[in-house]
């Protein structure tokens, strides 16, 4: 059983920064792909960034590309997302997944993921 835990959210002015981490329990958080995902109320849950394995390749979403980075510390069982230059419309519910079925390749879809942590949320005022 793989377990995700999320922090690192809050409340933020527009233009603001914040740093997102995921925990990830497991032996062999090494060998998992890695995602981060959002959903706004009345949105469906939607790509934000992945990494993969070794963090050797990344992807991100354009609406976000230059703004946030994905990055992770295979020794800490970690995986952050740092967001800067936040905007309003930034505001949601950030989730992190793993991706734990035999591919360390990046996805965009939910579908590839399998196990998910419990969101935080992340608010941009104006």
């Known amino acids: 059983q793989v377990q995700l835990v999320e922090s690192g959210g809050g409340l933020v002015q527009a233009g603001g920064s914040l740093r997102l981490s995921c925990a990830v329990s497991?032996?062999?958080?090494?060998?998992?792909?890695m995602g981060w995902f959002r959903q706004s109320p009345g949105k469906e849950r939607e790509f934000v960034a992945a990494?993969?394995?070794?963090?050797?390749?990344?992807d991100y979403h354009d609406s976000v590309k230059g703004r946030f980075t994905i990055s992770r510390g295979n020794a800490k069982n970690t995986v952050w997302l740092q967001v800067n230059s936040l905007k309003p419309e930034d505001t949601a519910v950030y989730y992190c997944?793993?991706?734990?079925?035999?591919?360390?390749?990046?996805?965009?879809?939910?579908?590839?993921?399998?196990?998910w942590g419990q969101g935080t949320q992340v608010t941009v005022s104006s």
């Open positions: 497991g032996r062999t958080f090494s060998s998992y792909a």
């Open positions: 990494i993969t394995c070794g963090g050797g390749n990344t």
């Open positions: 997944a793993a991706r734990t079925q035999g591919f360390c390749g990046i996805s965009s879809s939910n579908a590839a993921y399998d196990y």
